[in-house]
């Protein structure tokens, strides 16, 4: 699994490539969690185009970048969210607290 | 898992590392092939084995190396899978089962393995003895 | 397989069924992907289990259904493959390793399985015993 | 795996899509024998551009057709060959019985 970051402004756009499970969630957030430091980050849009699995850890890792970025007001954004994931995200509740968008750019709209 | 009956079966055995969870849902996923599932009810499949083998990996032997023993038993279009650790254990088995409950939010765990599991599988129970390991048994019917 | 110093290791046991041997490769394949191998070095090993278990389904049991039993073992670069069956056994394990030598020309058998896992495997050694059944030993070194 | 044939006059092009092994290989051979019977085929072209994996019930199969049509003296071309496979090849002699081509019309131009 990799990951490829674009940052606009106080925006960051993870694009994840290959599967998310517990084993690469580690890194991943480890990664992510740098660049919000380092470049002040507020809000973040996960882009799942090229997500080819995903499992409850990847639950837990939005969920934790959405704790780093609640205190200052930030939001989390979902984006090509598929049919599996998309039920994986109701059943977890993370609707409650990330909004889904169909393009990057429909979500960096509203950003 | 009493395989006399199974038209196909098959069991796995591997050491608790984390880089052997996504061999564990793959070699499930390559086994269930044979009845021709949709992607969907694959997925549905490899997600379910995935969220059993990750606690096994995290929360059953805590630091010591062990082994994961998979079975997988094929019977006209139903498919049991156990999944499978001599481990700590579940004390409380209800508790468990609940959603956003989990033993390890500092790990950013969100409680959702069984919730998974029960969505996306046609049954699930759980076996588990303080000490003496857990049992994830699970069957799925895969539609023509 | 003694597991003791193995960097990781599976143990996988299925029917004799030959819808199988696909399922069989494809565990082990995925299982070596943890070393990143090229394409090629990949093909090599499934191949040669591909050779190994076709062996153990049509020969070991004759028409009764048992088991086939793989272990995986990684040390290093170093890749261990055991497959191994309880069956019939080889009377003669040189004669059966000697090029187009098989017992089953009548089902268009080309006596080429022994042949080829030594080609694409760096080491293989066969035990056997009339009766007891085969193991077929096999190594492959993965290269950076 | 999955099999397409062509003929043309008395000889047949077999394009193979997925893996051949002993499993697969059963009713493979029943499907291109009825063919070789009933259109009094002479000369078989196999096509491996759609194999993804192939063992040595490979070579027996191919071994099985070519006893099939060598009475009429019908030939064997083996085209699409790629690495994995032409190594398998070259390991059982096939080359002895069989001819490699690069392309079915060259194998063609030469039945
Ligand atoms: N194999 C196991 N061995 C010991 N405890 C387990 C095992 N599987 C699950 N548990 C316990 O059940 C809890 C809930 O599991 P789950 O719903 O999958 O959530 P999560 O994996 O996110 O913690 C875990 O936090 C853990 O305490
Ligand atoms: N697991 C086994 N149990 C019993 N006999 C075996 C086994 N594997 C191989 N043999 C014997 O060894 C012979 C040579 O095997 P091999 O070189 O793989 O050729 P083939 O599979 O085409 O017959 C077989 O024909 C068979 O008689």
Redesign the pocket.
């Known amino acids: 699994m990799k990951l490829v970051y674009k940052c606009i402004g106080k925006n960051m756009v993870v694009k994840f490539i290959g599967e998310i499970d517990h084993h690469q969630s580690k890194t991943v957030r480890e990664e992510i969690d740098s660049v919000i430091y380092n470049d002040n980050i507020k809000n973040i849009i996960f882009d799942f185009s090229n997500v080819d699995f995903m499992d ?2 990847g ?2 890792m939005i969920l934790g970048r959405y704790k780093k970025v609640e205190d200052k007001d930030g939001k989390i954004f979902l984006v090509n969210v598929r049919g599996n994931l998309d039920d994986i995200f109701k059943i977890s509740g993370l609707y409650s607290v990330a909004q889904k968008y169909n393009t990057v750019s429909e979500a960096l709209e509203v950003v | 898992m009493d395989n006399i009956n199974f038209d196909n079966y098959m069991h796995l055995e591997f050491l608790n590392k984390s880089e052997n969870e996504s061999f564990a849902r793959a070699t499930v996923g390559a086994f269930v092939a044979q009845l021709d599932p949709t992607v969907s009810a694959i997925t549905e499949i490899k997600t379910a084995v995935s ?2 083998v ?3 990996v ?3 032997y805590e630091s010591k190396i062990d082994y994961i023993y998979i079975s997988c038993g094929i019977v006209g279009r139903d498919v049991y899978i156990n ?1 499978e ?1 001599k ?4 004390p409380d ?1 209800e ?11 500092e790990s950013e ?9 029960q969505s996306f599988m046609d049954e699930l129970t ?1 076996e ?1 003895k303080t000490g003496v ?2 049992i ?1 048994k699970m069957m799925k019917s895969i539609e023509e």
């Open positions: 409850s850890s639950i837990g | 969220e059993a990750t606690n096994a995290i929360y059953a999944v650790d481990g700590i254990g579940i088995i508790q468990a089962l609940e959603p956003a409950y989990t033993t390890k939010p765990r969100a409680g959702m393995g069984f919730t998974i599991m759980v588990s390991g857990t994830v």
